[in-house]
């Protein structure tokens, strides 16, 4: 009896804290989202509240690539390496395992799940693991509060987003409701999975994809999506290159879950759970330093559209334009034809080495 009335207790006290959150939730979505925040926080409001915004995602940070004549990469620029695509680019096997192993009741509830909530609430206070009670929206909040105090250089903005507080769980609650007003579901999974963190400065499903097993996120298959999936929790600890058994038990994780919620078949499961990981993808160069024999030509490119005011649609001062370059999503088509610039090389490098005691 004694061990039941403590079971009711902290059920009840779980309950009770569950129905607090709630509460003050309900209570503020009358204030202003931002009280407290920092400035990046107030764009993240604007955006939501204006009508400046057409889609989801937002802006945040994107790769830039410069190209050679014939469309080939000649260099890559980024913060954070992210290739945005729509949600049609993206195959539905990773699609499925984020819902799966994040919020299984993603499309059957609003901003925030009560019965998640007040299970992964009833789970801690009886002593159990920790668990997260955060939907795929409420996440997606966090992720554009945190990436616009970044791209802001908001260092209260930052803590802010970071915080282990109340305060901080209620503004991402109070952003999450409002992104469900204005945005459909696919909608706001496609913003979650363009800007999800997944280990080596890589963000995003696509550019995972790329990273991880050279393909894009439109051709990965069941374990190669369930991988992924499960990396988001953990993303450091779960990464396949440093942690490849770590990587794999969680995929497996991510597979039972998808096969638990009829996503998947055991025989599909069987197979994805005999798969190795392997890691096929490379990482993606940053910068000129990579581009080998047209690196010259690379940083001639770079130091122009710093220097030169025609380009001043992406940026009205030198710094502005270095920050497009690194974070805008740019493609910079150039006039670099590899051929016949391996030519002109090959050609001066017989002519002159560089060993010639002329010293030219």
């Given at each position: 009896d004694r061990a039941r009335h403590r079971r009711l207790g902290t059920l009840w006290a779980a309950f009770t804290a569950t129905s607090m959150i709630v509460g003050v939730l309900a209570s503020g979505l009358g204030l202003p989202i931002t009280a407290g925040v920092g400035e990046a926080a107030t764009v993240g409001v604007d955006m939501l509240s204006g009508t400046a915004v057409a889609s989801i995602p937002p802006t945040v940070p994107r790769t830039s690539v410069?190209?050679?004549?014939?469309?080939?990469?000649?260099?890559?620029f980024y913060r954070e390496n992210r290739m945005q695509v729509p949600l049609s680019q993206m195959s539905p096997l990773v699609q499925n395992a984020i819902v799966a192993i994040e919020d299984s009741r993603y499309f059957r509830h609003g901003a925030v799940d009560p019965q998640g909530l007040l299970r992964a609430a009833a789970h801690d206070a009886v002593g159990g693991a920790v668990q997260g009670g955060s939907t795929i929206t409420q996440q997606y909040a966090k992720n554009l509060l945190l990436e616009q105090a970044v791209a802001a250089g908001d260092a209260a903005a930052i803590r802010a987003a970071t915080a282990d507080t109340a305060a901080r769980k209620v503004r991402e609650l109070r952003l999450a409701i409002a992104l469900e007003r204005r945005f459909s579901k696919a909608q706001l999974l496609e913003g979650y999975l363009n800007i999800v963190y997944f280990d080596q400065q890589t963000y995003g499903v696509q550019a995972a994809a790329?990273?991880?097993?050279?393909?894009?996120?439109?051709?990965?298959?069941?374990?190669?999506?369930?991988?992924?999936?499960?990396?988001?929790?953990?993303?450091?600890?779960?990464?396949?290159?440093?942690?490849?058994?770590?990587?794999?038990?969680?995929?497996?994780?991510?597979?039972?879950?998808?096969?638990?919620?009829?996503?998947?078949?055991?025989?599909?499961?069987?197979?994805?759970?005999?798969?190795?990981?392997?890691?096929?993808?490379r990482p993606v160069p940053n910068g000129c330093d990579p581009a080998g024999a047209d690196g010259f030509f690379c940083e001639y490119v770079v130091r122009s559209i710093a220097t030169d005011p025609a380009y001043a649609a992406i940026g009205a001062t030198p710094a502005e334009r270095e920050n497009a370059l690194l974070t805008g999503g740019l493609v910079i088509r150039t006039t670099l034809d590899r051929r016949t610039q391996a030519s002109a090389v090959h050609a001066v490098a017989t002519a002159l080495p560089a060993t010639d005691p002329s010293g030219l």
């Amino acid at each position: 009896d004694r061990a039941r009335h403590r079971r009711l207790g902290t059920l009840w006290a779980a309950f009770t804290a569950t129905s607090m959150i709630v509460g003050v939730l309900a209570s503020g979505l009358g204030l202003p989202i931002t009280a407290g925040v920092g400035e990046a926080a107030t764009v993240g409001v604007d955006m939501l509240s204006g009508t400046a915004v057409a889609s989801i995602p937002p802006t945040v940070p994107r790769t830039s690539v410069m190209v050679a004549a014939d469309g080939t990469p000649i260099a890559y620029f980024y913060r954070e390496n992210r290739m945005q695509v729509p949600l049609s680019q993206m195959s539905p096997l990773v699609q499925n395992a984020i819902v799966a192993i994040e919020d299984s009741r993603y499309f059957r509830h609003g901003a925030v799940d009560p019965q998640g909530l007040l299970r992964a609430a009833a789970h801690d206070a009886v002593g159990g693991a920790v668990q997260g009670g955060s939907t795929i929206t409420q996440q997606y909040a966090k992720n554009l509060l945190l990436e616009q105090a970044v791209a802001a250089g908001d260092a209260a903005a930052i803590r802010a987003a970071t915080a282990d507080t109340a305060a901080r769980k209620v503004r991402e609650l109070r952003l999450a409701i409002a992104l469900e007003r204005r945005f459909s579901k696919a909608q706001l999974l496609e913003g979650y999975l363009n800007i999800v963190y997944f280990d080596q400065q890589t963000y995003g499903v696509q550019a995972a994809a790329l990273r991880y097993f050279g393909v894009s996120a439109a051709h990965l298959d069941l374990p190669q999506a369930a991988l992924l999936a499960g990396m988001v929790h953990e993303p450091s600890a779960d990464d396949p290159v440093l942690h490849p058994l770590a990587a794999r038990s969680r995929r497996n994780v991510v597979l039972r879950a998808m096969l638990d919620q009829k996503m998947i078949t055991a025989a599909q499961e069987a197979a994805a759970l005999r798969a190795p990981v392997t890691v096929t993808g490379r990482p993606v160069p940053n910068g000129c330093d990579p581009a080998g024999a047209d690196g010259f030509f690379c940083e001639y490119v770079v130091r122009s559209i710093a220097t030169d005011p025609a380009y001043a649609a992406i940026g009205a001062t030198p710094a502005e334009r270095e920050n497009a370059l690194l974070t805008g999503g740019l493609v910079i088509r150039t006039t670099l034809d590899r051929r016949t610039q391996a030519s002109a090389v090959h050609a001066v490098a017989t002519a002159l080495p560089a060993t010639d005691p002329s010293g030219l």
